[in-house]
């Protein structure tokens, strides 16, 4: 079946549990089964999605993807489901016990308490890594190709900012870019830490009573993630506080495993979106409340051998 114009959808969900398991059954829905889209069965996952091996990135050529053309997922109440607020139990979705034998169920809140979340909030980098989100939000690595621009190319050297020292050098030469000679003048790639951490310049926004503002945006992406062998997946979170005082997200993710992904990622952002509802009110008269998350993708997939998984979870096998 060849596919003649993209389908997006929009799937409006309570939880991120029940996001999860609406899209993992209308990813593997075939024709006459009754889904939320279609209660006559007449949609099958081929007119909203499409499969395809992988030609760059993750599992390239060895796994089929099957992926919605694109989607957006209106989460209402996704901190609900939770009861104790020190851990991620009840973000994330339940498989049944007798279910766990027969799947590899997906992250535990262990590795989101844990893993996820520390590498999410903080701007900690292992040596190997080419970033992590929490980098990119709380200390962003900021590339400028250059030879002048302050920088003095024989020793190195940074000078202050107008606003002082904001930036400092980290290094003089990024690991996909290289050295070149333009008229004979030397020009470096230079890598420069930023101390601006977005997370918390957002909750001063909103500390400071500016609801009423589209600048609450906190990017994860780079220009010069295209070169990277594994750019960042999760690329923006826009926030906004509404006439009722609710903090929501607005995410977007360029490519996303429905299954490896999505749970810890939704989990590990509700609870980064609860910590910033704590700090804006934190000794602040402005009090906001916890809100919901809307989420687009053009790349929300799952993988041939999830496929099953999927199946047995929304029990269909």
Known sequence: MIKISLYPLLVRANTIEDAWYKCLYLLTAEKGEPTILDPNGELGWQSYAREYKVSLGSFENQEIRREFDDITIHIKNPGASRRDLNTSQGLLPSIPEALKEMVDPPADAEYVDNVYLPYLLTGMKESSEDYTYGERINSPIVRIKSNSLN???????????????????????????????????????????????????????????NFNTNQATMEIG???????RDPPCLRIIDTRVDDENKLHFRLYFRSWDLWGGFPANLAGLQMMKEYMVYRINEGNDVKVKDGE??????????????????KTVTYRT
């Open 293 to 310: 998350i809307v989420v687009s993708s053009k790349g929300l997939h799952l993988y041939g051998y999830q496929f099953d998984w999927a």
């Open 151 to 209: 920088i003095k190319c024989n020793d190195y050297d940074v000078k202050s900012s107008e606003d002082g020292d904001q930036y400092k050098l980290v290094t003089s030469s990024s690991t996909n870019l290289s050295l070149t000679e333009n008229n004979n003048n030397l020009t470096r790639v230079f890598e420069i830490e930023s101390d601006v951490s977005q997370v918390e310049r957002v909750i001063e926004i909103y500390r400071s009573g």
């Open 222 to 228: 780079s220009p010069l993630d295209i070169e990277l």
